[in-house]
């Protein structure tokens, strides 16, 4: 777990250390026997062209997954995630490298609670961005 | 994706279909009470997140997790208590294998995404009540899938304590 976080040591327009994942069958099949996700076009390619698609493609739960590791590892355990939402925009195939991002775009002290919020996203290994969102998490102050 | 032109044929059925839902705005899809939150699912549900990283040990280790400020072990923020429900669906014979979800222009389905509000944490024990409602139904295509609606559904988690857990905003596209 890394060192404390406090609000005050966040600032405006910082990016948040990254999570990367290489993803697929091994992931999806995983990720769909916890949630009992088990659609056959996200574990199996022939439904996955069935459906209109190139092949099988990773749940967005997944990927909704990841957004929440990210922030939670850059939180600690002293943060507290209030909200966090995306929109799936692109598909997530086979072998695809996913790449969490966040970026503080403000920070505000609301009913005694140290906010702060950024821009989050999930962008594939050509850049595109698949599950753009917004999140906001509560930090512990210095001065409380 | 190419997406081809659909015939006219098509765009009716897919009207059709967006018309019915239309006319679900504001109702209930589904109330349903969990089984208490097990131990063992929480862990399980914290390895698939990270995997092939290992889990934190907040969500299964009890000695670890007590020196926190949460106490004891909670759920990670996304966890689903549904998973392995018995319901009335499921007791009339659904196997919960969805597969392509319908056929035909509006049937087929996909995950739009949401906005995820968190309150109370999740506990092992914990019973979970869940109410769903669609607030809304509307039209938008896309260039990938072609004629598409959306439909957001509002669903509210509340614990045994009567605590909000959950507001999931979000809802799927039909295509």
Known sequence: MAAKLYWEDVNIDEEIPPFVRTTGLMEWNRFAAANEEHITFHMDHVAGRQAGHPGAIGMGNLRFAYLHNMLLDWIGEEGTLKKVGCQYRGRNLEHDTLTCWGRVIDKEVKDGEYLVVLNIGVKNQDGGETAPGRAVVALPSKGS | MVQQKITEQEEQEFVKNFEAQKARIGEETSRRVSFPVDKSLIRIWAIANRWPE????????????????????????????????????????????????????????????????????????????????????????????GPTFFMTTETTWTNQKGEVVKIYRGGGIRY
């Open chain 2, 54 to 145: 290992p889990p934190d040990r907040l969500y299964w280790d009890e000695e670890y997790a007590k020196k926190t400020r949460w106490g004891g072990i909670i759920a990670p923020p996304n966890f689903n208590p549904f998973a392995y429900h018995i319901d009335e669906d499921r007791m009339a014979g659904s196997s919960r294998n969805m597969g392509a979800v319908g056929v035909g222009r509006g049937n087929r389905s996909m995950n739009a995404g949401g906005e995820a509000e968190y309150f109370a944490p999740i506990r092992p024990g914990d019973i979970i009540t869940s109410v769903s409602k669609i607030v809304d139904v509307y039209r938008r295509d896309t260039a990938n899938l």
